[in-house]
């Protein structure tokens, strides 16, 4: 049984920073996804087993962050510079065996989300 738990969700001001954390990520590739409301799962970032290869969607690259502490079973998405279309519940995604893939059918586990609002 996998449980992956996230946290650090909130509401903030465009142009804000918040960083989600995830619990219980202990599997090779992992990765972040997030649902807007009425809306299907959009892939936001994905990272390999020793951080050192990361993926990003084009709506998110150079402004949000993906890490990940082994040692702890965390992984982490700093989100920075926030727009009001980065409103969504977040979620991390493991159990991946194809890689750094970023449909959500590839992914086997997830976590429940924690929800992210961003005001203009």
């Known amino acids: 049984q996998v449980t992956l738990i996230e946290s650090g969700g909130g509401s903030v001001q465009a142009g804000d920073s918040l960083r989600l954390s995830c619990a219980g990520a202990?599997?090779?590739?992992l990765g972040w996804f997030r649902q807007a409301l009425g809306k299907e799962h959009e892939f936001v970032a994905a990272?390999?087993?020793?951080?050192?290869?990361?993926r990003y969607s084009d709506s998110v690259k150079g402004r949000f962050t993906v890490s990940r502490d082994n040692a702890k079973n965390m992984m982490y998405l700093q989100m920075n510079y926030l727009k009001p279309q980065d409103t969504a519940v977040y979620h991390c995604?493991?159990?991946?065996?194809?890689?750094?893939?970023?449909?959500?059918?590839?992914?086997?586990?997830w976590g429940q989300g924690t929800q992210v609002t961003v005001s203009s």
């Open positions: 995604a493991a159990g991946n065996s194809m890689g750094l893939t970023t449909a959500p059918r590839d992914y086997r586990y």
């Open positions: 202990e599997h090779t590739f």
């Open positions: 990272i390999n087993w020793s951080g050192g290869t990361t």
